[in-house]
């Protein structure tokens, strides 16, 4: 099978098994991974965060935005043709829905100097423990995170963290892997 191929049959496998999750089960497991995040020296020690906005099935994060958007600057990606780009969050009101129907910063937003940007919380289909991931298989993060230097933390459920999973030479890594179970 091909390589591309493969990374297809995961996104699949990993689809239904989400499909054997209630939504409230998933939240609550968010709610640990988001605990996990805050116990982490990268997230305490970051003042500048790039962060997403969920969709159904993914790792929730809107309570831990509004959360801490206050007392650290918080980005946001806003789909721009092929690519990924990261406004400041500046509460709900500016916010729109965007492209997938995600919830993203509205045009007039801030952007933030690339060097300012101490962290980068990446979502993903499945992650593996070489630290590798796996994502919906359009490359956004993968061409976002070529442009950035800050370290990468990749949340996850842990049915989604793998032994091994398949990966190609555009793939990037992740520093950190969060699941509600572990920190790896
Ligand atoms: P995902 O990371 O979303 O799972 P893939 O890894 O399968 O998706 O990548 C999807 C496509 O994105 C690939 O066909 C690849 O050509 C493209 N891509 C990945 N990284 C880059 C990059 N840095 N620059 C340009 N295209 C890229
Ligand atoms: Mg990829």
Sequence with gaps: MKLCEAKQALRKEIASLKKLYKEATLQELSSKIMSRLEESILFQKASCIAFYHALPGEVQTAHFIEKWYKHKRILLPVVKGNDLQLFLYAGQK???IGAFGIWEPSEDSLTVPE?????????????????NRLGRGK??????????????????????????IPTEPFDKKMDLIITEKETL
């Design 94 to 96: 500016s916010l729109k």
């Design 115 to 131: 060097e300012e940007i101490d962290l980068v919380i990446v979502p993903g289909v499945a992650f593996d423990k070489q630290h």
């Design 139 to 164: 490359g956004f993060y993968d061409r976002l995170l070529s442009t950035l230097s800050a370290p990468k933390i990749g949340i996850c459920y842990s049915f989604q963290l793998k032994e091994h």
